[in-house]
C-alpha cells in the first residue's frame, strides 16, 4: 500500500501513515477522508484523487495503525470482509478521533491550509460525525455512518456545518436508527441529512459491488457543493 504522509500523534510520542492527494495549483482547502472498516485501501485513496482534482488536498490518515499499519482490504471478498469487522471490534474510536484531531492540526500547520473538512464512509461516517462534536473540524460530511442513533447527545456541540446521507435499506442501519436520527438532528441548524429510497450500505464506493452509480453521483454532487459553501 502507498502511505507517502507521516502525521504525529496529538501526544507525539508516535507517527501514523496517511495518504495524501494534492491538487495542481494552490489548493482551495483540505479534506480528511475517513475510513470504512477496510483501511486506507484502493477505494478511499481512489476519493482522494478525486478530491484533488476537484482542486483539495486529500489525507486519509491510517486510522487502524495501532491494530496494525496499512490495513487495506476488499469489501466483496469473504474472508477479508470478515476480518474487518473483526478489526472494527478492536478499533478504538476515541483514540481514532484523536488521530483525526492531528491529521486536522497537521494539514493547518504542515500544508498550511486553513479550512479543513472530513468526508468519512461506513465507520467514517460514523467517526465524521464524531468529528464534528468533538474537533477542530470546519466541516464534516458522512456517508451511511453506523450507530449514530447513541451519539445523539452530542449533537449540541457540533458548531460546524454537517451533511449526512442516508440509504433506506441499509443493512447496518435499521430503520429505527434512521428515524432516531430524523427526530434528534431534522431540527439542528447546523445538520442536513438527505435519504435514499431503496438504497443499502456503501452506496457510494468507488470500486465494487456495492456502488450505485446513479445515488453515488447525486450523492457526492451534494457533497461538493457542500464543500464548496462551507470550505470557502
Same mark, same amino acid.
Given at each position: ?100 484531531? +492531528? *491529521? ?5 500547520? #504542515?500544508? &498550511?491550509?486553513?479550512? $479543513? %473538512?472530513?468526508? =468519512? ?10 468529528? +464534528? *462534536? ?5 466541516? #464534516?460530511? &458522512?456517508?451511511?455512518? $453506523? %450507530?449514530?442513533? =447513541? ?82
Amino acid at each position: 500500500m502507498t502511505l507517502n504522509a507521516s502525521i504525529p500523534t496529538l501526544e507525539g510520542d508516535a507517527q501514523f501513515g496517511a495518504y495524501i492527494a494534492r491538487p495542481q495549483g494552490t489548493p482551495k482547502a483540505a479534506i480528511i477522508v475517513i475510513q470504512e472498516i477496510f483501511g486506507v485501501n484502493p477505494g478511499i485513496r481512489q476519493k482522494c484523487d478525486k478530491l484533488a482534482a476537484e482542486g483539495y488536498i486529500a489525507l486519509a490518515p491510517d486510522l487502524f495503525w495501532r491494530l496494525q499499519p496499512e490495513v487495506s482490504l476488499d469489501p466483496d471478498v469473504e474472508s477479508e470482509f470478515t476480518a474487518a469487522l473483526d478489526m472494527m471490534g478492536k478499533f478504538n474510536q476515541d483514540a481514532g478521533i484523536r488521530d483525526i484531531q +492531528a *491529521a486536522i492540526d497537521y494539514l493547518r500547520g #504542515s500544508e &498550511g491550509t486553513t479550512k $479543513v %473538512g472530513c468526508v =468519512g464512509y461506513c465507520l467514517g461516517g460514523r467517526l465524521a460525525y464524531m468529528t +464534528a *462534536a468533538r474537533t477542530s473540524i470546519d466541516a #464534516s460530511v &458522512g456517508y451511511y455512518g $453506523v %450507530g449514530i442513533d =447513541g451519539l445523539l447527545g452530542e449533537k449540541e456541540a457540533i458548531a460546524n456545518p454537517l451533511l449526512l446521507h442516508i440509504p433506506t435499506n441499509d443493512g447496518f442501519v435499521p430503520r429505527e436508527t434512521q428515524a432516531a436520527m430524523h427526530a434528534g438532528l431534522d431540527d439542528h441548524p447546523r445538520v442536513t441529512l438527505f435519504d435514499y429510497e431503496g438504497l443499502d450500505h456503501g452506496f457510494a464506493t468507488e470500486t465494487g459491488k456495492r456502488r450505485h452509480e446513479e445515488a453515488a453521483t447525486l450523492a457526492d454532487s451534494r457533497t461538493a457543493a457542500f464543500f464548496a459553501e462551507a470550505l470557502a
